[in-house]
């Protein structure tokens, strides 16, 4: 009973800004150790690849980041649906936060993506099923972050865009397994232009820590969205009153 | 160790472009996020301020 | 008194207002026709060239026809508070707004997605198709245009009254698309090529069903929103 009570006690958006505030920069701490030491792994004990060369190191960004597209794109469904299904504000607007940065992590692992295949496979683009998939979840982010944006009443935007990141959600396996059906068909023989070298330990270790390293941004840069949206949403309330005043004294 | 110098190092064996143009657009987009979204903090504290001052 | 059935009446009426409006009701295919014969005037008239492409010429333009017609399905019915009052008729307002997706989905086929598959085969000789393999396009786009009529809906419902409405659909609608389009345009490329497209059928038919049960429901969903 006690947890839950603790549990729905962080729903409210006063104690969130708190919590949220005490706990963005520990995020920010983390992001910044796991980083340093994924990239010293990457970059120093990490063997150069017999096949790729040195190229082969985007791994290190490239596997994260799409890696976090994909997980933060479920994670913004979740809360959007809680939102709507229990009315809970907060959860609306986390998911909200959670829009821009998991759309420049598919960014970013579009970026890597091409910057690898240039070197190792002679294009800058390749329509492989992994790029493509990835190109087409930008798109689901971007079309979230407009849907809800057209929508002037905040409610009605909140709803309609966890409808639509749900059907997305729900989606993204049909379009994945589609986009490698048609990838097979057509490309025949060709291996995929981002198949990763044979993992040494070392490799997969900074992989890891580099995930961990983009969680934990991901986690201080959301929770500073939200605190943003938080603020935005609930400029009329007493709370952010006395928030502002005692700011604005300092 | 990989790299006998600097020099090696940021060659990275000849695709010095292509690991360091990765590395650096995403490190300039992981910089610039936070930042905006400070900014976008402090537009919302001023004009909630405005709101509360009028009412 | 029995509520009046919804769906018949909301696909009556969507069916009489397009045949008062015919012009309206064709431009989706004055679309297809122009944005099809784009491609070759863009890409070069060799037959073989064009006969590599036209699956997905010709599904891409379906594609887009089909959505740049659908936010018409609601604007009017929602302007006229008529919408409203299909939603509040029917036994609840779960199964009303079901009824009202679903007739909204056939009445869009009917008037844009059938015919397009009437006239496809038209085009598939333009772009040098094989017999067989405009039977495959006309089958395709047989069960393809139903899912992407449903899809539509879908957006059409989401986007209500919202500015930049029909452009927002498609940046909304179209990567759901995907799958169709690549089982749909994949079909005609493996009959043109004489391989079996038994698979692409299969895939496509089994994506009509579950759209078919599934769409309705998010469209239902969608309303509710945009009208509470």
């Not at chain 1, 972050?145 to 709803?159: K, S, Y």
């Not at chain 3, 037959?47 to 009017?76: D, E, F, H, K």
């Not at chain 3, 919408?83 to 008729?89: F, K, R, S, T, V």
């Amino acid at each position: 009973m006690a947890m839950t009570m603790r549990f729905f006690t962080y729903a409210s958006p006063p104690r969130f800004y708190a919590l949220a505030g005490a706990l963005i920069p520990w995020f920010w701490i983390a992001a910044l150790v796991l980083g340093a030491a994924g990239l010293w792994i990457g970059f120093f004990q990490a063997p150069t690849d017999a096949t790729q060369g040195d190229a082969y190191r985007i791994i290190f960004i490239h596997v994260p980041a799409a890696w976090m597209s994909m997980v933060l794109y479920l994670v913004m469904a979740f809360w959007a649906a809680i939102g709507w299904a229990f009315n809970a504000r907060l959860a609306s607007m986390v998911a909200r936060a959670l829009a821009p940065t998991g759309a420049m992590f598919t960014f970013c692992a579009l970026w890597s993506g091409a910057l690898w295949g240039k070197p190792t496979w002679g294009t800058w683009w390749v329509w492989d099923a992994r790029l493509t998939s990835e190109l087409i979840l930008l798109f689901l982010y971007l079309g979230y972050m407009a849907l809800v944006n057209a929508i002037d009443d905040t409610r009605r935007a909140d709803q309609a865009g966890a409808l639509l990141a749900v059907v997305g959600a729900v989606n993204v396996p049909i379009i994945y397994f589609s986009v490698k059906w048609w990838n097979t068909l057509h490309q025949g023989a060709t291996i995929s232009a981002t198949a990763a070298p044979k993992m040494a330990h070392t490799m997969l270790t900074a992989m890891l820590l580099m995930t961990l390293a983009f969680w934990a941004y991901a986690f201080a840069v959301v929770f500073m969205r939200t605190r943003a949206i938080v603020v935005e949403r609930e400029q009329q309330t007493e709370w952010v009153g006395e928030l502002v005043r005692a700011q604005g004294a300092q | 160790m990989n790299w006998n110098s600097a020099g090696e190092f940021f060659a990275m064996g000849g695709y010095g472009l292509y690991v360091w143009g990765a590395y650096g657009v995403t490190l300039v987009l992981m910089l610039a996020e936070p930042l905006l979204v400070r900014q976008r903090h402090a537009e919302a504290r001023r004009a909630a301020a405005r709101t509360q001052e009028e009412s | 008194m029995t509520p009046p059935p919804v769906f018949s009446t909301v696909l009556g009426r969507d069916l009489r207002l397009a045949a008062r409006r015919r012009v309206d009701a064709l431009l989706p295919l004055a679309f297809f026709a122009v944005a099809v014969s784009l491609f070759p005037l863009g890409v070069g008239p060799e037959p073989n060239t064009l006969r590599q492409i036209s699956p997905g010429v010709l599904w891409v333009c379906a594609l887009l026809a089909a959505m740049l017609s659908v936010t018409q399905l609601y604007a009017t019915d929602q302007a006229d508070g008529s919408l409203e009052q299909m939603l509040l008729a029917g036994g609840s307002a779960f199964s009303a707004g079901i009824a009202v997706a679903l007739a909204k989905a056939v009445s869009h086929w009917l008037v844009t997605g059938l015919p397009l598959v009437l006239i496809a085969p038209l085009f598939g000789v333009m772009f040098d198709l094989s017999g067989r393999s405009i039977a495959a396009l006309c089958a395709s786009l047989a069960l393809g245009t139903p899912i992407l009529s449903l899809l539509g809906n879908v957006g059409a419902a989401l986007t209500l009254g919202v500015r930049n409405g029909s452009v927002l659909l498609i940046l909304l609608i179209v990567p759901l698309c995907i799958p169709a389009l690549i089982f749909g345009s994949g079909a005609i490329s493996a009959v043109e090529s004489g391989s079996s497209a038994r698979g692409h059928f299969s895939l496509l038919g089994a994506l009509f069903i579950a759209t078919g049960l599934l769409a309705p429901l998010a469209t239902a969903a969608a309303l509710r929103i945009a009208i509470e």
